[in-house]
């Protein structure tokens, strides 16, 4: 018996020790936030239900880039879905789709300063003019919220009427233009001064990305449903157009059509001066925002179909292409410079999609 | 490593210290069962099977298949905790590539291929046999990886026969369990029943989130039912009939993320899922002849809903989806020994299939409908000329849909170097299939009608042993293998927007499994067992010029252990069980920063358990149990959270 207890007892002890110290909590080790000054936020959406979403670093001058910022400075994960940026003075606020959350970051230490929780399907942020009034456009409710972002406080939200749901949305002057992609074929328009909606008009089937050029005109891109969409009654599956929009008398007009059931890339993107619109399909496309006409050869020729996102920075005009290669590996951004030639390659994480430029 | 190094070092020479004592035995426990016999059936000649008897099975009634095969097997199990989906991986293969089957019914979904573990309580389960790598091709068709067979027995005691377990546990966790039998010897009943349901919310801190919260696992209830009737009847002419039906109905909440920041009533998702699967079989002995038929018919129906709140009340199905599987069958099966040198078989089994698969959610109306039938043939000779020589040959060939799959061989060898010390050389080889599930071929959007069969090709080389003496027993048997997989299916992104699958990749699979058991019976009323397990998982991508060679395939452990100590004292038994998975990688490059790696983790569990007699007739027993007992804190699926130590007891009455 003695041996048996023994035997007991000692196992028990090595186990012990062995098993007592929670091998998977975080480790704090020389935590102190690293500035970030100037250069592109890369964010990475990450696999659908796994939570793996994260936000990184890249220095235009150095080319250094640096990883999982938002898990560094925050020892947290970002989420599941990054879904949008939106970069107003020093802060950077991030849309987590899946997760419900948009957080308000600190585009120096990367350290999270506010959170709004508790959002059904988030999507996209629009700050008005002011500064003292955000949006958050949503998917699966016809719901804006409204917030604070100084403080992150929710102050209000806009129900849409005539639409199911919102996306990306454009302020011009004091009006914010809304589209309405999913299962939708409507533009909705909301005076941000009354947060009442004034005005709803019709472009072509989901209406996909929207962005504004220096005319105030709101050029949007509609991806035309697929066999599984949901759309409403007496509106059908059709091809791919680019349209533009007056945003002061809403006249509008199909810029071009695409081929049936070619796919858009990336949403729509405009450089720093506002005159020249840039989008992947099946190639990186630039089109002259002041003549409208569309372009008979591609700016950039590309490889593959992994390519995710496209954004333009303001600063130099290069132009950033996120690419998701196959899902299943770490992203890679590509930098071209205005004219379309390589500048540089960086890994980024899983599914890069969206940038924002500091 | 090192830890679980020394942590099996340990084990072993604290056992090397004991074994050497000499009692009589009046006690013995039964620990897990490693086939190892020199002189072991013609029908396990080079077979790599591991044996989950009884003991194993019935040790916790809130245990599922899943839990049994983590701790008892090499297979590993990806799982986010109890009622949560659970798949079983063997040598570092897909869910769909391992091959499960319960009374001859096959209980692979048509529709996805894999198998739920966590949808089969081990208390329905009466025998589990594990076949790994090319011997699956034994049981059963398309087990890439290997084959699980599961049975349930008939109950040899004559009369009334009764057995009721009552188990609570943390987290407002309750299982009941009630078995009435009625035997005579012409025809004998079984019923079982099993209700279990948790509100499963576990408090934990969660490290995932800004600022580190102390949380509840939310949205993660359950509430599974499950009835199970057996008649057995003999014939006059010494034929045996039988008659199962297993009725499952279960309601399961989806655990939310960790990193989901919206309450509950905001967003939810659930599953509801009923199955009826029914056999009726007969079986006769002429001589040496043994012959068997079967029938049955299996019905699945899955609903799955992700439901949200839209404000003021009105609530809307983002996701709708419904399945209906049916699979109807028919075998017969002959198997001939003549002497105790050589045994033929052949079987031959029909299925069809059958598929209903729809969203009604209004915001994706998606679906399809299909069904496919199969043929499969299989013939087996077993021929043992010397006393300690074997060989065997398989083919199996299947008709699928009109056309003729290629013919899948197999060929087994056995050497038996030492009858004394049961040394066994055993090694194999074969060719097996699998062919896409019906989602592969059919689902909207992306599903690939032209998808070919998946060809694996598996070499195994084992070598066992064991020592047996008045008191003590040791055993052991360690394994080999390569598995090469061409024609991998994987759905990948398409230039449509939709995921699609493909036959994109192939696949090389190799490594180690070990384990070893030892049983010690002490003084007149003490038995220790040990019994440990090792397991090696090299699974890469080896596709020509594909971006992830020689990458380790996502959530596949490198390293995998399990081991466990039983002591029993007179009417006292004292359980310990440990596991440890090393760090997996979620993505092709998992490792390249933190947050898509599972960190590698360690489980202890200890039981303490008092069994006790009424007048001889009547045994109860009761158990404490402590899960988790270092509190460890671990995720087994990214962002999915499991829980700390928790508590359980249960009171058990049989007659």
Same mark, same amino acid.
């Given at each position: 018996?003695?041996?048996?207890?023994?035997?007991?007892?000692?196992?028990?002890?090595?186990?012990?020790?062995?098993?007592?110290?929670?091998?998977?909590?975080?480790?704090?080790?020389?935590?102190?936030?690293?500035?970030?000054?100037?250069?592109?936020?890369?964010?990475?959406?990450?696999?659908?239900?796994?939570?793996?979403?994260?936000?990184?670093?890249?220095?235009?001058?150095?080319?250094?880039?640096?990883?999982?910022?938002?898990?560094?400075?925050?020892?947290?994960?970002?989420?599941?879905?990054?879904?949008?940026?939106?970069?107003?003075?020093?802060?950077?606020?991030?849309?987590?789709?899946?997760?419900?959350?948009?957080?308000?970051?600190?585009?120096?230490?990367?350290?999270?300063?506010?959170?709004?929780?508790?959002?059904?399907?988030?999507?996209?942020?629009?700050?008005?003019?002011?500064?003292?009034?955000?949006?958050?456009?949503?998917?699966?409710?016809?719901?804006?919220?409204?917030?604070?972002?100084?403080?992150?406080?929710?102050?209000?939200?806009?129900?849409?009427?005539?639409?199911?749901?919102?996306?990306?949305?454009?302020?011009?002057?004091?009006?914010?233009?809304?589209?309405?992609?999913?299962?939708?074929?409507?533009?909705?328009?909301?005076?941000?001064?009354?947060?009442?909606?004034?005005? #709803? @008009? !019709? &472009? =072509?089937?989901? *209406?996909?990305?929207?962005?504004?050029?220096?005319?105030?005109?709101?050029?949007?891109?509609?991806?035309?449903?697929?066999?599984?969409?949901?759309?409403?009654?007496?509106?059908?599956?059709?091809?791919?157009?680019?349209?533009?929009?007056?945003?002061?008398?809403?006249?509008?007009?199909?810029?071009?059509?695409?081929?049936?059931?070619?796919?858009?890339?990336?949403?729509?993107?405009?450089?720093?001066?506002?005159?020249?619109?840039?989008?992947?399909?099946?190639?990186?496309?630039?089109?002259?925002?002041?003549?409208?006409?569309?372009?008979?050869?591609?700016?950039?020729?590309?490889?593959?179909?992994?390519?995710?996102?496209?954004?333009?920075?303001?600063?130099?005009?290069?132009?950033?292409?996120?690419?998701?290669?196959?899902?299943?590996?770490?992203?890679?951004?590509?930098?071209?410079?205005?004219?379309?030639?390589?500048?540089? #390659? @960086? !890994? &980024? =994480?899983?599914? *890069?999609?969206?940038?924002?430029?500091? | 490593?090192?830890?679980?190094?020394?942590?099996?070092?340990?084990?072993?020479?604290?056992?090397?210290?004991?074994?050497?004592?000499?009692?009589?035995?009046?006690?013995?426990?039964?620990?897990?069962?490693?086939?190892?016999?020199?002189?072991?059936?013609?029908?396990?000649?080079?077979?790599?099977?591991?044996?989950?008897?009884?003991?194993?099975?019935?040790?916790?009634?809130?245990?599922?298949?899943?839990?049994?095969?983590?701790?008892?097997?090499?297979?590993?199990?990806?799982?986010?905790?109890?009622?949560?989906?659970?798949?079983?991986?063997?040598?570092?293969?897909?869910?769909?590539?391992?091959?499960?089957?319960?009374?001859?019914?096959?209980?692979?979904?048509?529709?996805?291929?894999?198998?739920?573990?966590?949808?089969?309580?081990?208390?329905?389960?009466?025998?589990?046999?594990?076949?790994?790598?090319?011997?699956?091709?034994?049981?059963?068709?398309?087990?890439?990886?290997?084959?699980?067979?599961?049975?349930?027995?008939?109950?040899?005691?004559?009369?009334?026969?009764?057995?009721?377990?009552?188990?609570?546990?943390?987290?407002?966790?309750?299982?009941?369990?009630?078995?009435?039998?009625?035997?005579?010897?012409?025809?004998?009943?079984?019923?079982?029943?099993?209700?279990?349901?948790?509100?499963?919310?576990?408090?934990?801190?969660?490290?995932?989130?800004?600022?580190?919260?102390?949380?509840?696992?939310?949205?993660?209830?359950?509430?599974?039912?499950?009835?199970?009737?057996?008649?057995?009847?003999?014939?006059?002419?010494?034929?045996?009939?039988?008659?199962?039906?297993?009725?499952?109905?279960?309601?399961?909440?989806?655990?939310?993320?960790?990193?989901?920041?919206?309450?509950?009533?905001?967003?939810?998702?659930?599953?509801?899922?009923?199955?009826?699967?029914?056999?009726?079989?007969?079986?006769?002995?002429?001589?040496?002849?043994?012959?068997?038929?079967?029938?049955?018919?299996?019905?699945?129906?899955?609903?799955?809903?992700?439901?949200?709140?839209?404000?003021?009340?009105?609530?809307?199905?983002?996701?709708?989806?419904?399945?209906?599987?049916?699979?109807?069958?028919?075998?017969?099966?002959?198997?001939?020994?003549?002497?105790?040198?050589?045994?033929?078989?052949?079987?031959?089994?029909?299925?069809?299939?059958?598929?209903?698969?729809?969203?009604?959610?209004?915001?994706?109306?998606?679906?399809?409908?299909?069904?496919?039938?199969?043929?499969?043939?299989?013939?087996?000779?077993?021929?043992?000329?010397?006393?300690?020589?074997?060989?065997?040959?398989?083919?199996?060939?299947?008709?699928?849909?009109?056309?003729?799959?290629?013919?899948?061989?197999?060929?087994?060898?056995?050497?038996?170097?030492?009858?004394?010390?049961?040394?066994?050389?055993?090694?194999?080889?074969?060719?097996?299939?699998?062919?896409?599930?019906?989602?592969?071929?059919?689902?909207?959007?992306?599903?690939?009608?032209?998808?070919?069969?998946?060809?694996?090709?598996?070499?195994?080389?084992?070598?066992?042993?064991?020592?047996?003496?008045?008191?003590?027993?040791?055993?052991?048997?360690?394994?080999?293998?390569?598995?090469?997989?061409?024609?991998?299916?994987?759905?990948?992104?398409?230039?449509?927007?939709?995921?699609?699958?493909?036959?994109?990749?192939?696949?090389?699979?190799?490594?180690?499994?070990?384990?070893?058991?030892?049983?010690?019976?002490?003084?007149?009323?003490?038995?220790?067992?040990?019994?440990?397990?090792?397991?090696?998982?090299?699974?890469?991508?080896?596709?020509?010029?594909?971006?992830?060679?020689?990458?380790?395939?996502?959530?596949?452990?490198?390293?995998?252990?399990?081991?466990?100590?039983?002591?029993?004292?007179?009417?006292?038994?004292?359980?310990?069980?440990?596991?440890?998975?090393?760090?997996?990688?979620?993505?092709?490059?998992?490792?390249?920063?933190?947050?898509?790696?599972?960190?590698?983790?360690?489980?202890?569990?200890?039981?303490?358990?008092?069994?006790?007699?009424?007048?001889?007739?009547?045994?109860?027993?009761?158990?404490?149990?402590?899960?988790?007992?270092?509190?460890?804190?671990?995720?087994?699926?990214?962002?999915?959270?499991?829980?700390?130590?928790?508590?359980?007891?249960?009171?058990?009455?049989?007659?």
């Amino acid at each position: 018996m003695k041996k048996l207890f023994g035997l007991i007892s000692i196992l028990t002890a090595s186990l012990i020790l062995g098993g007592c110290n929670p091998s998977n909590e975080p480790q704090n080790g020389d935590e102190t936030p690293v500035p970030y000054e100037e250069g592109v936020f890369v964010l990475c959406e990450g696999t659908y239900g796994a939570g793996n979403a994260s936000l990184w670093f890249y220095d235009r001058d150095t080319k250094e880039v640096k990883a999982d910022i938002f898990g560094a400075a925050n020892e947290a994960k970002l989420g599941d879905v990054g879904q949008s940026l939106y970069l107003h003075n020093n802060t950077l606020f991030v849309v987590v789709n899946n997760s419900g959350v948009v957080y308000a970051v600190d585009a120096t230490t990367g350290v999270v300063e506010g959170i709004i929780d508790n959002l059904l399907s988030p999507r996209f942020i629009a700050i008005a003019p002011s500064a003292t009034k955000g949006y958050i456009s949503q998917m699966y409710t016809n719901k804006i919220v409204i917030f604070d972002p100084r403080t992150m406080a929710v102050t209000g939200e806009i129900t849409l009427e005539g639409v199911a749901d919102s996306e990306q949305m454009v302020i011009v002057g004091d009006k914010m233009f809304v589209a309405a992609w999913s299962n939708g074929h409507k533009i909705a328009v909301i005076d941000i001064n009354t947060d009442k909606q004034i005005k #709803t @008009f !019709e &472009v =072509g089937v989901q *209406p996909y990305s929207m962005v504004a050029d220096k005319d105030d005109n709101i050029w949007i891109v509609c991806d035309g449903g697929n066999e599984w969409s949901s759309l409403p009654e007496g509106v059908t599956m059709e091809q791919p157009s680019l349209w533009r929009v007056n945003s002061e008398t809403y006249a509008t007009e199909r810029l071009h059509t695409f081929a049936a059931g070619s796919y858009f890339r990336s949403r729509l993107a405009i450089n720093g001066d506002g005159d020249t619109l840039y989008f992947i399909h099946d190639a990186v496309w630039a089109v002259d925002t002041t003549s409208g006409v569309f372009p008979t050869e591609p700016l950039i020729t590309i490889e593959g179909f992994g390519q995710y996102g496209l954004d333009i920075d303001p600063f130099n005009g290069d132009i950033y292409i996120a690419d998701a290669k196959d899902y299943m590996s770490n992203g890679e951004v590509l930098r071209y410079n205005s004219s379309g030639a390589l500048v540089d #390659t @960086f !890994e &980024v =994480g899983l599914l *890069p999609s969206k940038f924002a430029f500091k | 490593m090192k830890r679980l190094i020394i942590i099996l070092l340990s084990s072993v020479l604290h056992f090397g210290v004991l074994w050497g004592q000499n009692a009589d035995t009046l006690r013995t426990i039964e620990v897990e069962e490693i086939v190892v016999s020199a002189a072991r059936s013609l029908r396990d000649i080079g077979v790599q099977k591991s044996i989950m008897n009884e003991t194993v099975l019935r040790e916790n009634l809130a245990a599922s298949m899943a839990e049994v095969l983590a701790q008892n097997s090499t297979v590993f199990i990806k799982s986010s905790g109890r009622a949560t989906l659970s798949t079983a991986s063997i040598r570092g293969t897909a869910p769909s590539h391992t091959s499960v089957s319960w009374n001859g019914i096959e209980l692979g979904s048509p529709m996805l291929g894999m198998v739920d573990f966590s949808m089969i309580p081990s208390y329905f389960v009466d025998g589990s046999e594990v076949y790994h790598g090319a011997t699956s091709v034994n049981a059963a068709s398309g087990g890439l990886g290997g084959a699980v067979v599961l049975t349930t027995n008939e109950e040899q005691r004559q009369g009334i026969s009764f057995q009721f377990v009552q188990s609570l546990a943390s987290f407002s966790t309750h299982d009941e369990y009630l078995r009435i039998g009625y035997s005579t010897p012409k025809w004998s009943s079984s019923t079982r029943l099993l209700n279990s349901g948790s509100r499963n919310d576990f408090p934990y801190t969660n490290y995932d989130k800004v600022g580190h919260p102390v949380e509840r696992n939310r949205n993660c209830g359950y509430h599974d039912q499950h009835i199970l009737q057996e008649f057995f009847v003999r014939g006059a002419r010494g034929g045996k009939w039988a008659i199962k039906g297993w009725f499952t109905n279960s309601s399961r909440g989806i655990p939310k993320l960790s990193v989901d920041y919206r309450d509950d009533g905001l967003t939810k998702s659930w599953q509801d899922e009923q199955s009826l699967r029914s056999v009726a079989e007969w079986r006769r002995s002429f001589g040496g002849l043994r012959l068997h038929s079967a029938a049955g018919y299996n019905l699945n129906y899955i609903h799955y809903i992700y439901q949200f709140s839209k404000g003021g009340g009105e609530v809307q199905r983002g996701v709708d989806s419904q399945s209906f599987t049916q699979h109807l069958f028919a075998t017969s099966a002959a198997e001939w020994s003549i002497g105790n040198t050589l045994m033929l078989a052949a079987n031959l089994k029909a299925s069809v299939y059958g598929v209903e698969s729809r969203d009604v959610a209004p915001l994706t109306p998606v679906g399809y409908e299909a069904a496919r039938g199969e043929l499969t043939s299989f013939l087996s000779a077993r021929w043992k000329p010397l006393e300690w020589f074997g060989v065997a040959g398989n083919l199996r060939e299947e008709w699928r849909d009109g056309s003729w799959s290629p013919i899948v061989p197999a060929m087994f060898i056995d050497v038996t170097l030492s009858e004394r010390y049961g040394i066994i050389i055993s090694s194999s080889v074969a060719k097996n299939y699998h062919h896409p599930t019906l989602n592969d071929l059919y689902f909207v959007p992306g599903g690939n009608p032209h998808l070919k069969p998946e060809v694996g090709t598996t070499y195994d080389l084992g070598i066992e042993g064991r020592v047996k003496r008045p008191t003590w027993q040791l055993g052991g048997k360690a394994t080999i293998y390569r598995s090469d997989i061409t024609n991998w299916i994987l759905w990948a992104p398409t230039v449509k927007g939709f995921w699609s699958p493909a036959n994109l990749s192939s696949v090389r699979s190799s490594g180690v499994e070990a384990r070893a058991n030892a049983e010690w019976n002490f003084g007149r009323e003490g038995t220790i067992g040990l019994n440990a397990i090792f397991a090696y998982t090299s699974s890469v991508d080896n596709s020509a010029g594909g971006a992830h060679v020689g990458q380790q395939l996502p959530y596949i452990p490198l390293y995998s252990a399990s081991a466990g100590v039983r002591v029993g004292w007179r009417k006292w038994d004292f359980d310990y069980k440990w596991r440890y998975y090393s760090e997996r990688n979620t993505t092709y490059s998992g490792a390249s920063f933190g947050n898509s790696v599972v960190p590698a983790y360690q489980i202890s569990d200890i039981a303490l358990s008092r069994g006790m007699e009424l007048k001889n007739k009547v045994r109860f027993k009761v158990r404490l149990e402590v899960l988790n007992l270092f509190g460890e804190v671990y995720q087994s699926v990214l962002s999915k959270p499991m829980p700390s130590r928790s508590y359980a007891i249960s009171v058990e009455c049989k007659f």
